[in-house]
Structures are given as structure tokens and as C-alpha cells.
């Protein structure tokens, strides 16, 4: 069945990096963007930047340029989400999510990488 | 701030029919038919419900309807079930410069 399985979580000092995985099984991983979503505890979703795995070609949502990069590894189906300079307000769960194609929706979502960010 | 404004919080009685509104702005709901919305519970990850403002996933239950009129989308649970007791996010495409933008969540409850 169609999965994505995310690693694990982290704990970060202010000021550092994380970078998040997402591997893809059971579907053509370059055949569907991946998207990052991220929701703060107790907060709603937030759109952060996709990719298109066939191309390498990426967007991102303007809060995060610069801050946020978004990379695949198509021999592993895997995507990676890397952000940096990060703040005690990113403590969030990032998830990634398979953009359903041509219905410009996310209908597959990875169970989520909880980062937190604390000195 | 979320980008689209939702009810923070919905309830209603078991069989009673409830609806939850997403307002955006004419460069986002009412520029694109790409309105979705996600049911979240506690802990777990989002799961898509509605897409293109008001067609169901396979699996997804038909008591579940999306609309849309002008820069508002809603979604309607008609017969309310215990099961329905969750988070509801609306998002929508806001083309090529913004992108996706969702809306603060709503809470739903089943008295």
C-alpha cells in the first residue's frame, strides 16, 4: 500500500539545523510532488515548500525562503526537508505529504517527525 | 494568523447536520475550484476528506459534502457520528507565488 515513513524525532539547539526524512513506498515516487506541511503543539497547518521528485524543481512558501530546503533522493524514493537557523517557534511536527497530481490535494501524509527546539 | 478564517470550534447533536466555513479572499478560494479539507484526530496525521471544493476520496463517507460560493468554502457532516469528533482544516491553492494556504482548524464536536 501507498506509505510514507518518516524518521524519527529531534531535539535541536537554537540556532541549528535538522533535516527530516520521508521515504515513499508503493506508488512511482517521481510521479507525485511531495509536499511539507508543519503544525505547531496546539496550532494549525502551515504549508512550508514542495518538490517535484522527477524534476529535482522546488517551491517554497515565502516565510521560509532561505531558511528551508527540500531535496529527494530518487534511488531510495526518499524526500528530505532541511531547515536551518532554527528557533525556539519552530517546535513543531513536520509532516510530508504526496501531492494526489492532478487534484492539487495532499492524499497521502507520512505520520509526522516531531522537532523540538530548546537550549 | 492562518491564511483562510475557520470557526474555531462546531458542535452538534448524534444525527444532527453541521457545516464549517473556510473564508479566503479573491486570490485563493475565489480565484481556484481547489479547495480541499483534512480530518485530523488528536496525535495522528491529516487524513483528505474533500478535494476540488466537493469531491470525496474513495472510503471517505458520503455524509461529508464541500461548496463553495464566491471566496467562502464550507463543509457540511450531515447525520453526525460519534466518529466525526475531530479537527477539520480547509486549504486552498493560492497560485504561484503563495502557493497553499490552509485555515486555523475547527474543532468539531458531537454532544
Known amino acids: 500500500q501507498v506509505q510514507l515513513l518518516q524518521s524519527g524525532a529531534e531535539v535541536k539547539k537554537p540556532g541549528a539545523s535538522v533535516k527530516v526524512s520521508c521515504k515513499a513506498s508503493?506508488?512511482?515516487?517521481?510521479?507525485?510532488?511531495m509536499h511539507w506541511v508543519r503544525q505547531a503543539p496546539g496550532k494549525g497547518l502551515e504549508w512550508m515548500g514542495r518538490i517535484n521528485p522527477n524534476t529535482g524543481g522546488t517551491n517554497y512558501a515565502q516565510k521560509f525562503q532561505g531558511r528551508v530546503t527540500v531535496t529527494r533522493d530518487t534511488s531510495t524514493s526518499t524526500a528530505y526537508m532541511e531547515l536551518n537557523s532554527l528557533r525556539d517557534d519552530d517546535t513543531a511536527f513536520y509532516f510530508c505529504?504526496?501531492?494526489?497530481?492532478?487534484?492539487?490535494?495532499?492524499?497521502?501524509w507520512g505520520q509526522g517527525t516531531m522537532v523540538t527546539v530548546s537550549s | 494568523q492562518s491564511a483562510l478564517t475557520q470557526p474555531a470550534s462546531v458542535s452538534g447533536s448524534p444525527g444532527q447536520s453541521i457545516n464549517i466555513s473556510c473564508t479566503g479572499t479573491s486570490r485563493d478560494i475565489g480565484s481556484y475550484n481547489l479547495v480541499s479539507w483534512y480530518q485530523q484526530y488528536p496525535g495522528r496525521a491529516p487524513k483528505l476528506m474533500i478535494y476540488e471544493v466537493t469531491k470525496r476520496p474513495s472510503g471517505v463517507s458520503d455524509r461529508l459534502s464541500g461548496s463553495k460560493s464566491g471566496n467562502t468554502a464550507s463543509l457540511t457532516i450531515s447525520g453526525l457520528q460519534a466518529e466525526d469528533e475531530a479537527d477539520y482544516y480547509c486549504?486552498?491553492?493560492?497560485?504561484?507565488?503563495?502557493?497553499?494556504?490552509f485555515g486555523g482548524g475547527t474543532k468539531v464536536t458531537v454532544l
Open positions: 508503493g506508488y512511482t515516487f517521481t510521479a507525485h510532488n
Open positions: 505529504a504526496r501531492d494526489a497530481g492532478d487534484h492539487d490535494a495532499f492524499d497521502v
Open positions: 486549504c486552498s491553492y493560492a497560485g504561484s507565488r503563495t502557493f497553499w494556504v
